[in-house]
């Protein structure tokens, strides 16, 4: 993921923050240079947001880096406020200094290190090799389907931890609660259903099984910000909306 320039509305967005403050009377410009002046807030940031060179979004709600050349800056979505950090990605233990840094980060994401098993999402294993890939797939999404229909070819190379997804309604609640209700008892064949769209004839599960996954899987899902499936996190982190152009050189991170 490489830094973007900045969209047009979001750099409208910026012209019309610094346009109202530099349209202020002068009574209340006074008022807001007095305000800036005790906060000890620095100095120049309206002559700083003008040289914008790039921006990234971060995966949390109304956030943007934006470089201006000096420093980084950590923007809102609508231009009201500004802050000038330091910042640091807990995830992975990391200041972010550089937009290139920023960007790098919020691409990828450290499983272990935020302590998520895929086994407790409910994921079904396919495949023997070393490189492990964990992908959120709805049983109901046609692009999951022709993701899953691939698979088969790439699992000498890579092991993958299939956790399914309950995104597209109720219709996929039940799916998705029927695949881990049979899994509890034989995770062989409902990896099998899972991957021939089978979902649907199963048993339907008695009283609570299968919930628990489905519901650490939405949490889960929250948490990462995942809007869509296939969703895809490679071996080392990179993440991957959609399926990838070359689903056996993408996990090394060639395609």
């Not at 109202?20 to 005790?38: F, K, M, N, Q």
């Not at 200041?95 to 990828?108: M, P, S, V, W």
């Not at 899994?183 to 599960?205: K, S």
Request: with cysteine; hydrophobic share 45%; charged share 20%.
């Amino acid at each position: 993921m490489k830094p973007v320039a900045p969209q047009p509305l979001t750099a409208l967005v910026l012209t019309l923050a610094l346009t109202l403050v530099a349209g202020l009377p002068a009574a209340r410009a006074a008022e807001t240079d007095a305000i800036t002046t005790s906060a000890q807030a620095p100095t120049g940031i309206r002559e700083l947001l003008r040289g914008i060179r790039g921006m990234q979004r971060l995966p949390v709600a109304g956030v943007q880096m934006v470089d201006v050349g000096e420093r980084v800056l950590f923007v809102s979505d609508n231009g009201r406020y500004v802050f000038t950090g330091p910042a640091w990605d807990l995830w992975h233990g990391a200041k972010i200094e550089t937009l290139e840094a920023g960007t790098r980060l919020a691409a990828r994401i450290d499983l272990k290190r935020l302590g998520l098993d895929p086994v407790a999402l409910g994921a079904l294993d396919l495949g023997k090799g070393e490189g492990e890939v964990v992908v959120f797939v709805d049983p109901r999404c046609p692009h999951c389907r022709r993701l899953l229909e691939q698979l088969p070819t790439v699992t000498e190379k890579y092991r993958f931890r299939l956790v399914p997804l309950p995104v597209l309604g109720p219709d996929s609640e039940t799916a998705v609660a029927r695949l881990n209700c049979l899994a509890e008892q034989d995770p062989a064949a409902a990896r099998e259903a899972l991957l021939a769209g089978n979902a649907d004839p199963l048993p339907a599960p008695e009283g609570t099984c299968g919930q628990a996954p489905a519901q650490r899987a939405l949490v889960t899902a929250q948490l990462l910000g995942i809007a869509g499936v296939p969703y895809l996190i490679a071996p080392d982190g990179r993440l991957q909306r959609g399926v990838p152009a070359d689903l056996e050189a993408w996990p090394e991170g060639k395609g």
